[in-house]
């Protein structure tokens, strides 16, 4: 089974400053890929970055990049220089590839970050 | 560029109705799946399927059916609606294969169980 833990329901941080959201996550997987979503007031999910446990780099897509600690099993989202407009809720997410699960994504509950001005 | 489609975008029930929400895309993803999203829960997988004719359930199956006729479609069936099902209901896809490619989400279904 599969577990992904956010443990911050709440983040805020000043516009133009960087902020962390934090996700660990569980799995007996050895092969397996961690998402971030990002999901704003209007509802919809946006991907936003994707992270292969066999990656020999850190993944970066723009503004975000992954911090990725496999033996710690965390896989943070680092947003840099913070827009107004990243002010929504973000999805940690676990996907095996390997095994004969689902292969579907187990999600975290998500933390809320606001952007202040 | 529609993605995947749900149709309708809210509805609301009496329980003990029966009512079926639509997923369409266009993608030709072989991969489908729902998911409901409750508050402080994240997201909960209900159904999958991994290609026409092939479904299976996930964590929260009880009181959905599902079926895969085409490619294309994937609608999920409330049988009895009950007030615990009230949720915002998302269907995603996905190409097969390549551990890499992220799900395409639908914009959601927000239904209400009076």
């Known amino acids: 089974a599969q577990k992904i833990t956010q443990t911050q329901p709440g983040m805020f941080v000043q516009e133009k400053e960087a902020v962390t959201l934090d996700c660990t996550y569980d799995?007996?997987?050895?092969?397996?890929?961690l998402f971030w979503y990002k999901q704003p007031s209007s509802g919809e999910m946006i991907f936003l970055i994707y992270?292969?446990?066999?990656?020999?780099q850190n993944a970066t897509e723009g503004r975000y990049s992954l911090n990725f600690q496999k033996a710690r099993k965390s896989a943070n989202l680092v947003i840099s220089a913070s827009q107004l407009g990243d002010s929504a809720m973000y999805f940690c997410?676990?996907?095996?590839?390997?095994?004969?699960?689902?292969?579907?994504?187990?999600f975290g509950s998500g933390t809320q970050l606001t952007v202040l001005p | 560029n529609a993605g995947v489609t749900q149709t309708p975008k809210f509805q609301v029930l009496k329980t003990g109705q029966s009512m079926t929400l639509q997923c369409a895309q266009d993608?030709?993803?072989?991969?489908m799946s729902w998911y409901r999203q409750d508050p402080g829960m994240g997201l909960r997988l209900i159904h999958y399927?991994?290609?026409?004719?092939?479904?299976d359930q996930g964590e929260v199956p009880n009181g959905y059916n599902v079926s895969r006729s085409t490619t294309e479609d994937f609608p999920l069936r409330l049988l009895s609606a009950a007030p615990s099902q009230t949720s915002v209901y998302f269907c995603?896809?996905?190409?097969?294969?390549?551990?890499?490619?992220?799900?395409?989400f639908g914009d959601g279904t927000r239904l209400s169980i009076l």
């Open positions: 995603a896809s996905r190409p097969s294969g390549g551990g890499r490619q992220p799900q395409h």
């Open positions: 799995t007996s997987d050895q092969s397996y890929g």
């Open positions: 992270q292969g446990s066999y990656d020999e």
């Open positions: 997410a676990m996907r095996a590839i390997s095994s004969g699960s689902a292969r579907q994504l187990t």
């Open positions: 993608m030709n993803h072989e991969y």
């Open positions: 399927s991994v290609g026409a004719g092939i479904t």
